[in-house]
């Protein structure tokens, strides 16, 4: 009975560590979390400015051309996936590559693995890899998002595939994320919405200059912008799963404390058993 009173303890004590450690993890997620909000809300003015400008070119462009968006068939289909380069973050890894595994069979897939979790698990399937970058630390900034950009444009244009999506866990709040797939290439140019009294403005030296230049631009405004904003959703999973964990750690140890209390009750009740018993022999 002593020796099982002692692993309790031992257990007890194994618990309350580990509710010290999620504690912890879930204040460090809390505050990056509260960064990475900020870099996306900076971020997302520059993804507007240049969709306005794509928007004003698409309205009088229907006579330009450019790689970049010329459909063709989709025989063979890339994805750039962003996931986290560790775990603990509860489903924030798995929703995204369920998306992906769900898409498989429209196609050939190539990868662009971003973040090491994803990365490792496309190994270990030997899924055909195309470029990776690992690790993407806390704040992924905008020479990365440059970087997968060109390796994203150079597969395109080569023919390597036919249609690049974006796929990342997009933060819709402080507690929640949804997986999203986002078509990158061939670029789409959004609607241009019509007005009576709108003037066309001039592009200098010219739009198909303007174009060639503005649309590289484009798709890395919005990689990067991806990037930020799964970086937010990366750190508010684990905040709730850190928090959940807490909680857990917290009714084990109730529960355990219980177990300590009758094992002990137990042992009193026993010892003082023996006792009455020795006291009624000697009579």
């Not at 995204?96 to 270990?124: H, P, S, T």
């Not at 997009?170 to 241009?192: G, M």
Request: proline share 5%; charged share 25%; with cysteine.
């Amino acid at each position: 009975m002593a020796e099982n009173l002692k692993a309790i303890r031992r257990r007890i004590k194994s618990v309350e560590s580990t509710r010290k450690m999620t504690q912890a993890m879930k204040l460090v997620s809390a505050a990056k979390l509260r960064r990475a909000q900020e870099r996306a809300s900076l971020a997302r003015p520059y993804a507007e400015a240049l969709k306005d400008v794509l928007e004003e070119l698409a309205k009088g462009a229907s006579g330009l051309g450019h790689p970049l968006l010329t459909e063709r068939p989709v025989k063979r289909r890339g994805y750039i996936v962003l996931t986290s380069d560790r775990g603990l973050c509860g489903p924030y890894n798995s929703g995204v590559l369920r998306l992906v595994e769900g898409q498989r069979q429209a196609g050939a897939v190539v990868m662009v693995a971003v973040g090491k979790k994803g990365r490792d698990i496309f190994r270990r399937r030997q899924d055909e890899i195309l470029a990776e970058f690992a690790p993407i630390g806390d704040n992924p900034d905008y020479l990365l998002a440059e970087a997968i950009g060109q390796a994203a444009s150079t597969a395109f244009l080569s023919g390597a595939v036919d249609q690049v999506d974006l796929v990342w866990s997009a933060s819709v709040s402080s507690v929640l994320s949804r997986p999203k797939t986002e078509r990158l290439l061939p670029v789409v140019p959004p609607a241009a919405e019509t007005a009576l009294s709108h003037v066309a403005p001039l592009f200098e030296p010219s739009e198909e200059r303007v174009l060639a230049g503005l649309l590289p631009a484009y798709v890395n405004g919005v990689i990067y912008s991806a990037l930020v904003d799964a970086k937010a959703a990366e750190h508010a999973a684990r905040m709730v799963a850190m928090d959940n964990a807490t909680r857990n750690a917290g009714d084990l140890i109730r529960s355990l404390v219980l177990v300590r209390n009758r094992a002990r009750q137990a042992a009193i009740t026993g010892e003082i058993a023996e006792i009455v018993g020795g006291a009624a022999a000697l009579v």
